[in-house]
């Protein structure tokens, strides 16, 4: 043994007691590194709220932050309930076109839609007064547009449930006349409907119960109470009255023939061909004559 030991090959121990030197590695671009989020050091509920927003770092939050701060600064403040118009005004133009208030009765068409029933009434009248409303309101196009295609619904509505309940009422007042007068075309139904009418007539409310509604324009009547009230009327006003001096009575068709074929009674067609020209007509119709013989050329 030699008393030197060859360089490099011997390795001398510590001494006993010294720590262990720990072994120095040259980072070289090789070694594998553990990767730590930019946001551990917030609390949970600050993280779980970067997590929903999608923010990977912290440059994606400080964009986030400067393009609400731009965005707050060019959003429109609502002015207060009570600021003056041309605070209002000022406001509304930075709207969206549909969101403006309408500032004028021709911006807004209303008209009658299409596909509403002929018999259903429509006026262009409250539809010009309508617009004039929706200005005044303030209201947007389409919240104007929308009121006025709503309540032409309702009204559409509400006039078919009217049609419906006037067809019932004439058809429950036929029924309750036929209980009372006989068949529609026996003669006693035909003379007390005459003298109904004749009362109707002579006191003047005709047209007035026609813009009630209580006669029909075609002379129906929506009620037998009215009828059988005019029926008693009439029988006291033309209790004694005769149509040519007591040859045809009140109620009684001059048109009728006799049994041979005959006129009854010529006096008697005549003066209701005067007082009466469409009363003619159709009891000539219903006597089985020509109504255009009788009333437009007149034998007497």
Not at 92 to 102: D, F, G, I, Q, Y
Not at 132 to 146: I, M
């Amino acid at each position: 043994m030699t008393d030197q030991a060859d360089a490099g090959s011997v390795v001398v121990d510590p001494p006993a007691g010294a720590p262990a030197t720990p072994a120095v590695t040259t980072d070289n671009g090789s070694a594998v590194t553990t990767d730590q989020s930019p946001f551990s050091g917030l609390s949970e509920g600050a993280r779980k709220w970067v997590d929903t927003k999608g923010y990977k770092s912290h440059e994606d939050i400080v964009s986030a932050a400067l393009s609400l701060e731009q965005k707050l600064g060019t959003s429109v403040a609502v002015p207060a309930a009570d600021a003056p118009k041309e605070e209002w005004e000022k406001f509304n133009s930075k709207l969206p076109e549909a969101m403006r208030p309408v500032t004028s009765p021709d911006k807004l068409e209303f008209k009658r839609p299409e596909g509403l029933p002929e018999n259903v009434p429509y006026s262009d009248e409250l539809a010009t007064a309508a617009k004039q409303w929706a200005v005044d309101a303030g209201a947007t196009p389409k919240v104007a547009q929308a009121y006025h295609d709503k309540y032409v619904a309702y009204a559409a509505e509400q006039a078919k449930a009217a049609q419906t309940a006037l067809a019932q009422s004439v058809e429950a007042t036929h029924t309750e006349l036929v209980k009372d007068w006989g068949p529609v075309d026996s003669d006693g139904f035909k003379q007390k409907l005459e003298v109904s009418n004749r009362a109707l007539k002579k006191l003047g409310l005709v047209d007035a119960y026609k813009a009630k509604g209580i006669l029909l324009a075609d002379g129906t009547l929506t009620d037998p109470q009215i009828a059988r009230a005019f029926l008693a009327v009439g029988d006291a006003m033309f209790k004694e009255d005769t149509i040519d001096g007591g040859n045809a009575a009140v109620g009684e068709n001059p048109f009728k023939r006799d049994s041979a074929g005959k006129i009854k009674s010529m006096t008697a067609i005549s003066a209701l061909v005067k007082s009466d020209p469409e009363r003619a007509k159709r009891l000539a119709r219903e006597a089985g004559e020509n109504p255009d013989l009788w009333v437009s050329s007149n034998p007497l």
